[in-house]
């Protein structure tokens, strides 16, 4: 295994973030739905009111090879924050290095640091390296919970009924 650095992302890394957010929608079959341009990354991830952060994994000599976008979430059960890793991607000849193991034990440490109940993140269903990765650290699939989502004109329609 690798070594590598996690550091956080700083608004100069915008072009490095989408092109990595075209990489994994590529990887997962949805180029064509990524609509962010390097503004919005600027805007929504470094501007004033930005609520979701940004960590960009280094190799040893500085390269990056994957990133984490990640926000916080409340359980009302547990009384706590909890961490909710929005995506994860690493390049993919740096696969199985480590890099992947790198930045979610970054994000396991920091949630424990900011007294995060949990640490959770989705799959997809297909993604049979990814599900055994994740089997492989302890992490559980979730079986009761459905996830749903409202967006698009179906958002806009549902708003203004």
């Known amino acids: 295994m690798n070594n590598y650095t996690i550091r956080p992302a700083e608004q ?3 072009s490095l973030i989408l092109n990595f957010i ?3 929608a590529r990887y997962e079959k949805a180029e064509d739905e990524v609509e962010a341009s390097e503004q919005d990354i600027r805007n929504t991830l470094f501007g004033d009111n930005a609520t979701s952060h ?8 500085g390269h990056p090879v994957g990133f984490a976008v990640y926000f916080y979430n409340y359980s009302t059960w547990q009384g706590q924050n909890g961490l909710y890793l929005e995506d994860l991607f690493v390049s993919t000849d740096e696969r199985g290095k480590g890099a992947g193991t790198a930045l979610l034990k970054f994000l396991a440490q920091h949630a424990i640091e900011h007294n995060c109940g949990r640490f959770e993140w989705s799959v997809l269903d297909w993604n049979k390296p990814a599900i055994d990765f ?15 989502r409202l967006s698009g004109d179906a958002l806009t329609k549902f708003a203004n009924s």
């Open 134 to 148: 994740y089997e492989s650290i302890g992490a559980k699939p979730k079986s009761e919970w459905l996830g749903y």
């Open 54 to 61: 940004c960590l960009i994994c280094e190799s040893d000599d």
């Open 22 to 24: 075209i990489e994994l």
């Open 12 to 14: 100069a890394d915008a």
